[in-house]
């Protein structure tokens, strides 16, 4: 009888703790454990995480970090932390929710386009990846890199394609400067190449054109005359006189790429920079900025005409009057410097 009674006793105890094992498992694993009214949260895993990291980057969408914890640790997961971003599902379980960390890095839209310099560049790409912008404008300076693919510190921005791409938040930055490097090599297909070479530009030459273009004209349908106007400079051996170079140049020399320039003073003609397309005759070193895609295209696919001069149009802003000859712009400009002058604008 009592041998009976303490195997009884056993298979209740069994039962119980079998019970409270299945209960405190289906607890940690499968009740729901997120704490966020929204249907789903974004979170992110930075590189080489510590469980504070994961705390700390979870403790606000989840109900429970420590069964969370519990439930990662017994799947193998606190050992093998993947960086990435990560999307979190109302009421997903801890099971769930390992998963997705372990298995659904998704990707990010990484968009940039007419960055100054690639300060500014690093600092638009740093808000959008994990690498900060100390590490990118490293990336991007790189001289043994800029050397092997035929870029220098003047026309190094010119790899940077405007556009938006694809990429996953925890991408180092050589990993993104790689990627970029693909893209410009795709970007230059050979059509574009050869219309490059009808131009008689490089491929970085015609982007350095394209920037000034880019800065003369926000009117897409207008690049290709003005990039038209550029290139029969160019062809007749003239100075291309472009104020957003001699702009380019002020900032350059100051250092302050946020000043902001309305006119250009014929002292400014005067400045002895490389940039100064007023006194150095051809391109200017490299880009003036991050043309768009428009801009390089008006290059590559310029309008015929016989302008050689232009200056804004007073009476369609946005625009501007094209000239074939020197009698003809002295007389738009003359109606542009009396709207400007009008307008008190002196800097």
Known sequence: MNIKRILLGVVLLGIIGGGIFGYTFYGTFFTPNTSFDNEEAIVYIPTDATIDDLKEG????????????????????????????????????????????????????????NQESINDLAGRIASQIEADSVSLVAAFDDQEFLKANGFDDANKISLYIPNSYEFFWNTSAA?????????????????????????????????????????????VDERPTVAGVYLNRLKKGMLLQADPTVIYAIKKETGNFDTVIKRVLYKDLEMDSPYNTYKYAGLPPGPIAMPDITAIDAVLNPKKHNYYYFVANVEKFGYHMFAENLTQHNRNKAQYIRWINAQKINR
């Open 175 to 219: 990993s993104f400067r790689g990627k970029m490097l693909k893209e410009y090599n795709r970007f230059w297909t050979d059509t574009r190449k050869e219309k490059a070479s009808a131009q008689g530009l490089k491929p970085n030459e015609v982007i350095a054109l394209a920037s000034i273009v880019h800065k003369e004209t926000a009117k």
């Open 58 to 113: 979870l403790s606000t969408v989840l109900e429970d970090f420590d069964s969370f914890e519990a439930a990662a640790e017994r799947k193998g997961y606190l050992s093998n932390i993947k960086a990435g971003k990560y999307k979190i599902g109302k009421g997903m379980n801890n099971n769930e929710i390992v998963n997705s960390l372990r298995s659904g890095s998704i990707p990010v839209k990484v968009s940039f386009n």
